[in-house]
């Protein structure tokens, strides 16, 4: 059974591999109990802590709550803090009831548990909701806070859930941070006594920090070893404390972040928080990442396309710049077919007097000057030239040299008495009035209803500054940064429904918005601006521990040094994910576009293997010289490694790599190895692999003998 309630007093959640399991403890609280690996039986299943030890070491800091809010003596960091209507600000949250039944999610019906907590004096009922993904081993936890009286609650932190590790290990956390262009830099630390928090404030989900964690105990390793791992669902401002307690606890809280932010609860209008996915395996991070790959691929990426294979695209914006028109474009979506492009897409500068960036956002209609007869034109000779047609945008960005916001300057998030800071030239508007909400679906909403566009890039290039909201009582000023996102999603979801064969991509300035609340709305995601195909083995490694290769957009440009880099090395780089072109195709010589159009046709034979298949993180780039990612097919009878050597140094020039997500008593065929091996070999001895140079890279084919 997936979900069953023990005696009325304790609930067990199982996927295929692993148990979640609480219970009422003291004072009819429900306590966390087990986390881990799948339990057999019942009496495995440790039992509340119901007593008191000191004066100092009191129940409702020891015990493990799976919702602690600020109460009694409570001091260490709680899911929900409110202000009542008599000035109280102690919030009980006693069991009440629960629910058992299934949610429907994509035509697949998945067990749901629904837990309510209510307050003993005060109407404020809280409703805890689990909802288990079986094969996955997944477990999806949101809450629902509701006013159920008639005085407004105001609530100062609200997070979606509280959860646990088991206590008395030393714990290694694993989190991603970064820049702009340095993004999904992988850490790695030990917990000791107190708090770490990781966050973002900016508006979106941030280059600096991702809200994803993996916890193990400090010995686990890519294919083995017990791994803890959550990520938010959400697109705005979040937060992830880790409390190491004196009693070697370790409270993890994940949510909204409640960094100027607070929620007037109106009766009967519940915030629902964003959804946390959890998980644990004990197969090391490589698989804790492949079971959310799998859950992406299935549940999470836009139904429309999240089985279909992503198109290879070309870019112009390193060719042109601003300086986009007819001619130009039309010279390179001639190149960029001839070499085998499916997706021709159109940067920025296509609209208004956009000539630069610092005006011209927010007026979008197509520049008379560079296309006199519009897009129809150049969307035409690129479909004739057999590919689609995209188009770059950034809708809720506004120049103030623009039209728009000479007519609508209270549209852009502002203090009263305060200059608005301005970032690349360009300011916020505020998503969450609905004025402006309306004005962006329609704007979009227009272009893709007067051209034939098959795709879009959503650019962001401004963190939110001065979030002023004064056209709301003040009570609830403070709420807009959750409103603009549950617009931004309403938005996606109208677009997405009115125009159903348009793919969408993710971006700002590359990773600054990209999480799985965007992803439920996008298909795939441009994750850095830096394409050096040397940065990028980091920055696509660091993704990878979360998000699935279909969904990683990936461009072969001009960056970095030419002696450094050949074009083998850089199509190399880019084919670990979803391929894109961004060079200059002007200054490609005939034997350079020979290469890339040779290069494109391989990659397009081993799509499905990238696109649909299981990754393998063989050698980390952090480790040494040498680096190497494997996928295969779910059948594990075909599959593809991709090798990347720094340098090399002294004559020998010879490894071993050792490959996984083999069939053990098969033999395979490894291009560029003569002999047959069996995957028990592969997977414990490995195979020799020369290679030598410096930054050279090599493709190995992975066949299964039949």
């Not at 003291?26 to 004066?55: C, K, N, Q």
């Not at 979040?238 to 070697?248: A, G, I, L, Q, Y």
């Not at 060719?319 to 010279?331: G, H, I, P, R």
């Not at 969450?432 to 051209?451: G, I, Q, R, S």
Request: glycine letters at 6%.
């Amino acid at each position: 059974m997936t979900i069953e309630c023990l005696n009325e007093c304790k609930w067990v959640l199982h996927t295929q591999k692993t148990t979640y399991a609480f219970g009422l403890g003291v004072d009819e609280m429900l306590t966390h109990l087990y986390w881990g690996p799948r339990l057999s039986f019942s009496s495995d299943i440790p039992e509340p802590l119901r007593t008191f030890h000191a004066s100092f070491n009191n129940m409702q800091d020891m015990a493990n709550l799976e919702y602690p809010s600020q109460s009694g003596m409570a001091y260490h960091e709680v899911c929900l803090k409110a202000r009542l209507h008599d000035g109280g600000r102690d919030v009980i949250l006693n069991f009440d009831s629960y629910s058992i039944g299934d949610v429907e999610i994509r035509e697949e019906k998945c067990p749901k548990l629904t837990m309510i907590l209510k307050d003993p004096h005060y109407s404020l009922t809280v409703h805890l909701h689990y909802i288990v993904y079986e094969k996955y081993d997944l477990i999806e936890r949101y809450s629902e806070i509701i006013n159920t009286g008639s005085e407004l609650i105001q609530l100062d932190q609200a997070f979606s859930a509280a959860f646990y590790v088991p206590e008395g290990f030393p714990y290694r956390l694993t989190t991603i941070s970064g820049g702009w262009a340095a993004e999904y830099t992988l850490n790695q630390e030990m917990l000791v006594p107190g708090k770490k928090v990781i966050e973002s404030r900016r508006g979106a989900t941030s280059h600096n920090s991702h809200p994803w964690f993996a916890l193990d105990r400090g010995n686990s390793q890519e294919s083995s070893g017990d791994v803890w791992f959550g990520v938010l669902k959400w697109s705005g401002n979040w937060k992830m404390s880790f409390e190491h307690t004196p009693r070697n606890q370790i409270r993890i809280l994940v949510g909204l972040n409640n960094y100027d932010f607070t929620w007037g609860l109106l009766p009967k209008n519940p915030l629902i928080t964003p959804s946390v996915i959890l998980g644990i395996t004990s197969q090391g991070f490589g698989q804790a990442s492949r079971n959310l790959h799998h859950f992406q691929e299935d549940l999470i990426l836009p139904k429309k396309h999240n089985k279909k294979l992503r198109k290879i695209l070309y870019n112009s914006w390193e060719a042109t710049y601003f300086d986009v028109n007819l001619e130009n474009q039309t010279s390179l979506a001639e190149k960029a077919a001839s070499i085998g492009v499916e997706l021709f897409v159109m940067d920025d500068g296509w609209f208004g007097q956009r000539n630069t960036d610092m005006a011209g956002l927010g007026d979008w209609y197509v520049n008379t000057q560079k296309f006199p007869e519009g897009l129809d034109p150049l969307i035409n000779k690129v479909n004739e030239l057999g590919m689609d047609f995209g188009l770059w945008v950034e809708p809720e960005m506004v120049n103030p040299d623009s039209d728009l916001y000479r007519a609508h300057p209270e549209w852009v998030f502002q203090f009263p008495n305060r200059e608005i800071t301005r970032a690349r030239h360009q300011l916020n508007l505020n998503l969450a009035k609905p004025e402006v909400k309306d004005f962006v679906f329609h704007m979009v909403d227009d272009l893709l209803n007067k051209y034939n566009i098959k795709f879009i890039k959503w650019d962001w290039n401004k963190s939110i500054s001065e979030p002023g909201w004064p056209d709301v009582p003040k009570e609830h000023q403070q709420e807009v940064m959750v409103h603009y996102i549950k617009n931004l999603y309403d938005i996606f979801s109208k677009l997405r429904a009115s125009h159903p064969n348009v793919v969408f991509e993710t971006c700002s300035g590359g990773g600054g918005r990209i999480d799985m609340g965007i992803l439920s709305f996008t298909d795939q995601a441009w994750i850095s601006d830096n394409t050096n195909p040397y940065d990028r083995l980091f920055i696509q490694e660091g993704y990878s521990h979360i998000y699935c290769p279909k969904s990683m957009v990936c461009w072969v440009t001009d960056a970095g040094d030419d002696n450094l880099f050949s074009l083998k090395y850089r199509f190399y780089s880019s084919m670990m994910g979803t391929l894109g072109i961004g060079a200059n195709l002007n200054n490609y010589t005939e034997k350079q576009l020979k290469i890339a159009k040779k290069h494109i046709k391989r990659y397009k034979e081993i799509r499905p293997l990238i696109q649909e298949g299981e990754m393998y993180r063989l050698l980390s780039p952090r480790a040494g010289n040498l680096s190497a990612v494997q996928y295969m097919n779910v059948e594990k009878t075909e599959g593809v490694v991709f090798i990347f050597l720094q340098s090399s140094k002294f004559p020998e020039n010879r490894f071993r790599l050792i490959f996984q997500g083999l069939n053990p008593e098969s033999q395979y065929k490894i291009s560029k190895i003569s002999q047959k091996l069996s995957g028990r070999l592969l997977m414990s001895l490995g195979a020799l692999i020369t290679l030598d140079g410096h930054f050279k890279s090599e493709l190995l084919k992975v066949t299964q003998i039949e």
